[in-house]
């Protein structure tokens, strides 16, 4: 499994952007997928996460009416759809898998990382 995560960019704060993350391996319909996210000199936060065919989804309370997780299982495809973008919003967002059905917030439960890719949010 190699996950990549894409999508990434400068935009101003109320904007919106969208990642994706892919797999150049296995199929990515076969993984719950998560989100998160590391800002610089902070830990590691859990942002949104879907189970294997979006069916269920759970997403952190700072971003909830604001960020969709979705996929397409047939553009092998996870997508993160950031609208009204904020300040605190800039970090490191990070995709990560795991072969489980059930979905859940701890990063611990996810056994495949991708690299991940930067958002900045400016004034």
């Known amino acids: 499994v190699q996950l990549q995560a894409s999508g990434g960019g400068l935009v101003q704060a109320g904007g919106s952007l969208r990642l994706s993350c892919t797999n150049s391996?296995?199929?990515?319909?076969?993984?719950?997928i998560g989100w998160f996210r590391q800002a610089s000199g902070k830990e590691r936060e859990f942002v949104a996460a879907t189970n294997w065919n979006g069916a269920q989804t759970t997403y952190a309370d700072s971003v909830k009416g604001r960020f969709t997780i979705s996929r397409d299982n047939a553009e092998n495809t996870v997508y993160l759809q950031k609208n009204r973008l904020k300040l605190e919003d800039t970090a490191v967002y990070y995709c990560?898998?795991?072969?489980?059905?059930?979905?859940?917030?701890?990063?611990?439960?996810?056994?495949?990382w991708g690299q991940g890719t930067q958002v900045t949010v400016s004034s």
């Open positions: 391996g296995r199929a990515l319909s076969t993984y719950s």
């Open positions: 990560a898998g795991t072969g489980s059905p059930f979905i859940k917030q701890a990063g611990s439960w996810y056994d495949y």
